[in-house]
């Protein structure tokens, strides 16, 4: 037998997209979380219902790590149509769990692998004949089972599994558990263990944590942050953070005396009239939101820009996909954070939050909201599809203890103790003016709201320094934000090379430092979760004589917008890596061309 190799390696199951593998997949998961081993679950399917090949990473690690990993060391083969592709990416000394009337031949016939045949479609005709359609869903329960078998994961552990994923519906659980042992019983008498692979019940390691989806998380916050109205188009991958919000909002927001739902949500007849209304409510007082995706934030340009001029707040989540156009609906990038930046026709600069994991998703939901009101502006959330649709291990999330940050708003009150007020001056020298919310009751209260220009009173004007007066408020506003956004994190101990990235990329990085130590080379780190950047963003690229940009899209967009913000003399200071393919980033991205970078030899000029 070779060593054992025991919590450390990634299982990918090759399926048929609509052929219920995602029940069983997160049963696997599941079960192995629950031996207390830390798991990262990815989701690779395509954009068609039903037909094309899908595939589901678990990545079973000790060390906690969440991001992607490009090695596959056991193979769960259930897709004659991908047979050949799925052998050739297992790597060397990994094993492939397979279909029995899959042919060894050829490439898929490799002397370095451990073959396991299972025939899983005989399995399932034998005992699941009067199943109908649930047959080939109850196929893939046979899969966990033997892999159960194999990967020593207790039958109980598994059945706790199911219960998790079917809740309270016993019949399912007792269902599936027969599928699943069924496929334990053919491992143990079929099968003998000739792998490395195994998995150790671990003490601690998931304590306390939970599987969330970061959509779910950001639905909560809005929940939490005090929203009252959602406008929404589907959109994947956003459909589910509208859904999640309404599922919360009929449970926790519903008028005790006559049952109905106390807060406004409407499916939209497109993303350019849900804007529409979110404005609409911010203009009348409300918290109001919507989510989309990169097609539906092009649609939302006009309004955005309305909102930024007009000043009005409004919250909208971009779970973020590949594009350009409708481009891969069912891939991950962060293609939209330069468009997302400056959205909208003219001189446009927004706040844009870019949460990480899900307790940022969740957390920074509801300062999207109290940024709303404080800046009367859009702010712009940037998820994408990994964070948004995958599930993640999470601690609990914490509930909020602060109040709701409603800004400058001016009452009766306030108006009777003040001469005169405009809804467009600058009082305070921030950029901020005050504003008055309709049916407020005081005779001064009412001004007109324009997306014309404007003065200071909100009179309307065509004068040339009314205008440039008007944007240079609003260019002061965005330099208040900066030290008003969430500040980035900083990881920094003096070295002279450093990261920064966003988002998810976050992940990467994590596993990438680590393996960047290993190869003797240390790096600092800093973490933008927000634009406009931080003054901190300046001075952490002061400190380091290379920086290098890591994100999820073709053209360095955070490279190119720090260039244009920072310093000229820090502008050679960095260095772009980026990743577009469609999947989630993995460490060997940003390990590969750094290490290259940086034992390159030395150029002297003369």
Excluded at 41 to 60: A, C, H, M, Y
Excluded at 532 to 560: C, I, M, W
């Amino acid at each position: 037998m070779p060593q054992r190799t025991v919590n450390d390696f990634t299982i990918r199951v090759a399926t048929v997209n609509g052929s219920g593998s995602q029940s069983s997949n997160l049963v696997l998961t599941n079960s192995i979380f629950r031996l207390g081993i830390p798991v990262a679950p990815k989701n690779v399917f395509p954009s068609n219902i039903e037909g094309l090949p899908t595939w589901f990473d678990v990545r079973v690690t000790s060390k906690g790590y969440r991001c992607r990993t490009r090695d596959v060391d056991v193979l769960v083969a259930l897709n004659a149509a991908t047979w050949q592709q799925d052998v050739a990416g297992v790597k060397p000394g990994g094993v492939v769990v397979h279909e029995a009337t899959y042919p060894l031949t050829g490439e898929t016939q490799r002397e370095d692998l451990t073959y396991y045949a299972v025939p899983f479609n005989a399995l399932a005709k034998e005992h699941f004949s009067d199943k109908g359609d649930l047959r080939k869903y109850l196929m893939n329960m046979i899969y966990v089972g033997a892999l159960a078998h194999l990967l020593e994961i207790p039958a109980g552990v598994v059945e706790e599994g199911l219960r998790a994923q079917f809740r309270s519906k016993a019949s399912a659980v007792e269902l599936n558990m027969k599928a699943v042992t069924i496929g334990i019983e053919y491992a143990r008498e079929h099968l003998e263990k000739r792998d490395k692979y195994y998995l150790e019940r671990m003490s601690g390691k998931t304590d306390g944590y939970l599987f969330m989806e970061g959509n779910r998380a950001a639905a909560l916050g809005c929940l939490m942050g005090g929203c009252t109205v959602a406008a929404w188009y589907p959109i994947t991958p956003s459909s589910s953070l509208c859904e999640y919000f309404i599922q919360y909002a009929d449970k926790y927001r519903v008028d005790k005396e006559t049952g109905d739902r106390n807060v406004a949500i409407v499916q939209a007849e497109d993303e350019l009239a849900a804007a529409g209304m979110v404005f609409g409510a911010g203009w009348a007082g409300a918290r109001a939101m919507t989510s989309t995706s990169g097609p539906g934030i092009s649609l939302m340009a006009e309004y955005v820009g309305y909102g930024y001029y007009a000043e009005v707040p409004g919250v909208i989540f971009d779970v973020q996909r590949a594009g350009p156009s409708t481009g891969l609906p069912t891939r991950t990038m962060q293609g939209d954070v330069a468009f997302a930046y400056t959205l909208s026709h003219g001189d446009t600069k927004h706040i844009v939050l870019l949460p990480a994991t899900v307790r940022e998703a969740y957390e920074l939901a509801m300062d999207a909201f109290d940024l709303a009101d404080r800046l009367q502006t859009p702010v712009l959330v940037l998820s994408d599809l990994d964070l948004g649709m995958n599930s993640w291990l999470t601690k609990a999330l914490p509930y909020p203890k602060k109040p709701f940050d409603r800004g400058k708003v001016l009452g009766a009150d306030d108006l009777a103790s003040m001469k005169s007020w405009g809804r467009y001056r600058d009082v305070d020298k921030d950029g901020i003016p005050y504003r008055t919310l309709p049916g407020t009751k005081h005779s001064n209260a009412g001004f007109f709201t324009r997306g014309t220009g404007h003065d200071e009173e909100a009179r309307y004007s065509e004068q040339p320094e009314v205008w440039q007066r008007g944007l240079d408020r609003l260019l002061r506003k965005l330099e208040t934000a900066r030290t008003t956004v969430p500040a980035p994190v900083v990881d920094e101990k003096g070295r002279n090379v450093a990261i920064i990235a966003y988002g998810t990329t976050h992940h990467a990085v994590v596993e990438a430092r680590d393996k960047l130590h290993d190869a003797g080379i240390d790096v600092d780190y800093l973490r933008v979760r927000a634009l406009p950047l931080s003054p901190e963003v300046a001075t952490f690229v002061k400190r380091h004589e290379r920086v290098y940009v890591v994100e999820q899209n073709r053209d360095g967009q955070l490279y190119g917008i720090l260039r244009t913000e920072l310093p000229p003399h820090l502008i050679g200071r960095l260095e772009s890596i980026r990743h577009y393919n469609g999947v989630p980033i993995d460490a060997y991205v940003i390990v590969d061309p750094l290490l290259e970078a940086e034992r390159a030899p030395a150029v002297v000029a003369e």
